[in-house]
Structure formats: C-alpha cells, structure tokens
C-alpha cells in the first residue's frame, strides 16, 4: 500500500517567550500542570462554585482516558499543558453547569425545537461558508463561538464572550497563519461540536491536541447519551428566541448521524462534499497549526495517519446511516462556491422554506465582505503534509463515486 509521506509544511515558529517557558518547563512539565482527573475536577469545582458532575459511567470513562492519552501520546509543551488543561476544566465547569441547570430547569426538556438545521460533512469541505450563509436568514438562529465555548453563563456579570476573545487572540498571537486556515471569531457562527465537550464524547478535544488514543477510543463509543445532553442544550438556547429556527454545523456529526437524529428527530440534514484529495491535506495543515501550538516534538506522520483514520470513519458512518433515512440535503463543494445563493436557494427549496429579500441581501453583503483570502492565502498539497493522491483516490474511491462522480 501506498505510504503517508511525512509533512514538509513547517508550522510557525512560536513566540519567544513562549519558547522561553517551554525550555524551562521541559522536564518537568508534568509536575508542573498535572492531568490527574481528580486534581482536574478539583479544580473545576472550585471555579464553579458547585460540586455535581451527574456521574454518568461515560463522562468518567471519557474524562479518565483523555487524561492518559494527554500522558501517553500527545508530548505536550508546558505551555500546551496549561493551555489544554484549562480547556479540560472549561469542560467540566460547563458539565458541572449543565447539570445544575438541568435540575433547576426542568421546564426545558418540554421546549419544541423548530426543525433545526444542520451542516455537516467532512472538514474543509464547505461546512463553514455554507453555514454562514444560511445564518443570514432572519429566521435563522446560529449559535457563537462565545455561547458555544461556554453555553450557560455562571453568577456575576457574564464575560463569556472577553473570554473567548482572550483564548483566540492568545492563539494567533502563536500562529500568524491560523486566520488563513480557518478565520475564529468570538462573534460568528461555530461548530455546535462544543456543546459534546461536557460529557467528554467529543472529537474537539484532538482538534485541539494529539490525543491519539482518546480519538480511537471514541470511535468506538456509544454516542446516545452525548446527543441526549446536545439536545437539551439546543432546547435551551430555543428558549431564548422560542420563534427562530437554529441553524448549526459540524463535521463531527458526520461520525453520530444516526445519535443525532434520535435525539433531534426533526432536524434537517445538510451534507457537503468535496474531493478529498482536497480535503485531507486541508484538515491536516489546519490541525498541524493547532497540534503544533501544544505540542513539544510533534510527530506530523502519526498525525496525518490518525487524521485520515477520522476522516475514513466520518465517511464509513454517514454512508451506513444514509441507507436508513432520507434526511438530507447534498451539496457539492464546486457548485457551493460557484453560486452560494443559488445554492442556497436549493437547500430551501429542497426543505419547503423560503429565501427572503432580506436573506439574500444579507448574503450578498456577507459574500461581499469576505473575499476570497481575505485573511490571507492557505497554501497546502498532499507533498507538504499527508497521504498521496493516490492514497486517498484508493481509501475514498466509492464516497467519490457515489457523491462527486458527474
């Protein structure tokens, strides 16, 4: 079979003060920032104020083989100790949150969701352009990066969203390039992923560092009760504006299709589709600049390698779910980017919704202020990081004959 080539695409070079604190940390970084689960609860409920975490058998599985796979595969710098531990205890605050709420709320789990939207398909292939066009429909209710980092807001004044803001100015201040690769904002519409991180069934948490074994071990995972919490969220969040339709996306549902939709029966499906011989060394480049940010002695192979299993399973999953259900829309990436409106005009005709004046004078603004690079040019081939061509033509030649053959 044919071999992953190493990468050649260098990630940026850090700060140097953060170098600085990497050098001196080195060696002794695990006493420094521990990942014991304990010490990581401990510490969330310190900051919360509240002691239940609900306790459900695979939150604790989750949380316990995240923290040895911090150990065991992911060589984390000091600096990417600390940054990914604070992620982890944002995690368990919102889990500790989330089930506070529910006990004080129990009104939410009645709330009708209107149908929502949702996006999905694999990674760099059109999920984020087409999800933010859809959020331009005055109906639409998308969900922020700020919400979603920290769904319910604790006592005090609420600066969830300085917070986030603080978090992605930290991380392009490390890597120039991050905007090129994916454009963050506190504000605009992200990846409902987040809402999975407080039961510890989430694909995040290897976006944001090598946690190998973590990834292999949820695949294998029962995702039911993850998207039980999920929905309760999106009632939540319907609550507020009880009369507009959520609109979300993530690639991640790609792998939990049919999870999703026992647990929000209603939701309209929107799959995207583009080459993945595009795809893959897109994805990879964009986790190698988030891996690299954490990680002390990357190993770029076994990166690529456990990449390309992901994105095999997303593909595996979603095509053994499509036999079972007729709740999507497909969408193919040339076509997305040859006429977005259009395009999204299809989608709405496909779901019986109509596209206002006021949406497509929305988009048209939004396609206006969000040229082509904008945020500068994100150069990458399979040469420079991941498999070959003809790998990937070989490992996803019957998702390209059944959703990109003409």
Sequence with gaps: MTPIVTSTQKPSKLPAAIRAL??????????????????????AMRKSGLVDFGEEASFSEGLNVLCRSVEDDARLSLAGRLAFRDYIVRALVNRLRYVHARAVEPEVQDVALVPPIIVMGLPRSGTTFLHHLLACDPAARPLRLWELMEPIAGPGRDKRRQRTAKVLSRAKWMDKTLDAKHHFDADHPEECVLLLDPTFLSASFWVFAPVHGYLKWLRGQDLNEAYGAYRWYLQRFQRETPTQRLVLKAPAHTA????????????????????????????????????????DGLDVERMCKTNLEHLEHLVEVSQRARARTSSWVDVRYSRLVRDPIGCVRRIYDRLELVVSDEMVDRMERHLASRPKDKFGKHAYSARDVGPTDALLRERFSAYVQDHLAD
Aim: proline letters at 5%; zero cysteines; glycine letters at 4%.
């Design 22 to 43: 990497n050098a001196l940390g080195r060696g002794r970084a695990r006493w420094l920032a521990s990942f014991d689960a304990q010490a990581l609860r401990e510490r």
């Design 256 to 295: 939990a299709v049919e999870a999703l939709l026992r647990a929000v029966p209603n939701a309209r499906l929107v799959q995207t589709h583009r080459d993945p011989i595009s795809v893959v060394p897109s994805a990879n480049s964009l986790v190698l600049s988030l891996h690299a940010m954490v990680s």
